[in-house]
């Protein structure tokens, strides 16, 4: 079925650090790509997207990457700050209707 | 601009009470949406609707239905809650469906015992 796996679950890394998350897609006609970040007892709020006709997108310390071939994405966040840290969600758009399939999270741990 | 905003904020619900969830949005989108957001599971889609009058059903919609009556409102409705139907639940709007970002509310702490 249609579906978003997203790697780790859990990151942590030392403050001022890169932190890289992964999430690989199933179906090939996806054509979206959001990014959100979800700070704890707070919506989810979009950071970064990129499309599939796009191979990278950076906007100051974040970055996203597609491999449309190997049908997965990246989420590249450089020099982690304390406000980094945070619950990350990708999301990738399926199906006839384009609906947005979520990934389960990967909760950044930035630590001092 | 308040955005999306949705009530209650917290219910703790017992088990066969039916229960609604508003959300209302004052952005003109066409496209809105539930999720419910379980530990370890991320967001999962319930119904949604691509505009006013039409409705959809997500990955989750057992249980639960909505209505679209016109372009701001979007409420879900538990008709007979159970214990597995404890979430957060959000719900979101985006200019149109498919791409382009959502917008989402601050979330609704339902309990059902």
């Known amino acids: 079925g249609e579906n978003v796996e997203q790697h780790p679950s859990t990151l942590s890394v030392q403050e001022g650090d890169s932190a890289v998350i992964k999430c690989t897609y199933s179906?090939?006609?996806?054509?979206?790509f959001p990014w959100y970040k979800q700070e704890l007892g707070k919506r989810p709020q979009l950071i970064i997207d990129?499309?599939?006709n796009v191979g990278e997108k950076k906007d100051q310390r974040i970055a996203v990457t597609l491999n449309k071939t190997a049908k997965h994405f990246s989420l590249h966040i450089t020099e982690t700050q304390p406000e980094d840290s945070a619950v990350y969600f990708c999301?990738?758009?399926?199906?006839?209707?384009?609906?947005?399939?979520w990934g389960a999270g990967t909760k950044l741990i930035i630590k001092p | 601009i308040a955005g999306i905003t949705q009530a209650p904020t917290s219910q703790i619900l017992a088990a066969g009470r039916r229960m609604t969830l508003r959300c209302t949005q004052d952005?003109?989108?066409?496209?809105m949406y539930w999720y419910r957001q379980d530990l370890g599971l991320g967001l999962r889609l319930i119904h949604y609707?691509?505009?006013?009058?039409?409705?959809g059903k997500g990955e989750v919609p057992d249980g639960y239905s909505v209505s679209r009556a016109n372009t701001d409102d979007f409420p879900l409705t538990l008709a007979s809650a159970v214990p597995s139907q404890t979430s957060v639940y959000f719900c979101?709007?985006?200019?149109?469906?498919?791409?382009?970002?959502?917008?989402f509310g601050e979330g609704s702490r339902l309990t059902v015992l």
């Open positions: 979101a709007s985006s200019e149109t469906v498919g791409a382009g970002e959502l917008f």
């Open positions: 952005m003109r989108h066409n496209a």
């Open positions: 999301a990738a758009s399926m199906g006839s209707n384009y609906q947005l399939i």
């Open positions: 990129i499309r599939s």
């Open positions: 179906d090939s006609a996806s054509n979206y």
């Open positions: 609707s691509n505009t006013a009058g039409t409705t």
